[in-house]
């Protein structure tokens, strides 16, 4: 395959930023789309230019690293996939893509395609946790857990953090990330002694770290790679109401 990538270019979160057209050539179909700019930034370092910067870690859709913009959707056109899982043979020969990072004011551009994502570190570090007793492992089946709470838990743990939500909302807002790390602390047994305080400062933290409100546009169940469902925004306002009302 042949194509072109306009990609975004920025020295740093200062520089204005611009995009930039490279024409990528005899790319294989089964190439994932990172693999593409492997060879892009091969060519780049090769004719003594500054490579692409982009975030990448797993490269198995787990980590949530891969972070991008591709043809104006987060993680590209193919729903339910990270950008480092989205394969080449989804695009036709000839094709101009457009590459840029997540767009939002709590995501500054470190460079290129690179944004601080630590934003979302300080919700985790607000409420992202459980007490526990110190000592040996409780026994297996100590604490029941019913199978209907325990699939919601696990459907909200599969979040892999890595900010499509964000870049996707209209509002660059984070509930949907916030909604799911409540959600699956918040459905456990263990996860009870914290569950009113663990809402009030995780959506704190988030209001203080720049990011914009929720108006149920629903762009970020849509982009998830995971696909975390709209409901959860809808359980987390149910806790904060409930959350509030025990501090009167």
Known sequence: MDIQVRVWRQQDSSDKGRMESYDVKDISPDASFLEMLDVLNEKLILDGDDPIAFDHDCREGICGACSMVI???????????TACQLHMRHFKDGDK????????AAFPVIKDLVVNRGNLDKIIAAGGYITAPTGAAPEAHATPVPKKDADLAFEAATCIG???CVAACPNGSAML??????AHLGLMPQGQPERDTRVLDMLQAQDDAGFGGCTNMGECSQVCPKGIPLTLIGR?????????RKQL
């Open 71 to 81: 043809d104006g959707v987060a993680h590209g056109p193919e729903k339910a996939t």
């Open 97 to 104: 893509i457009d590459v840029e990072p997540w767009r939002a």
């Open 162 to 164: 890595c900010g499509a």
């Open 177 to 182: 990330f916030t909604a799911a790390k409540v």
């Open 236 to 244: 987390l306002n149910s806790d904060y109401r409930k959350a509030l």
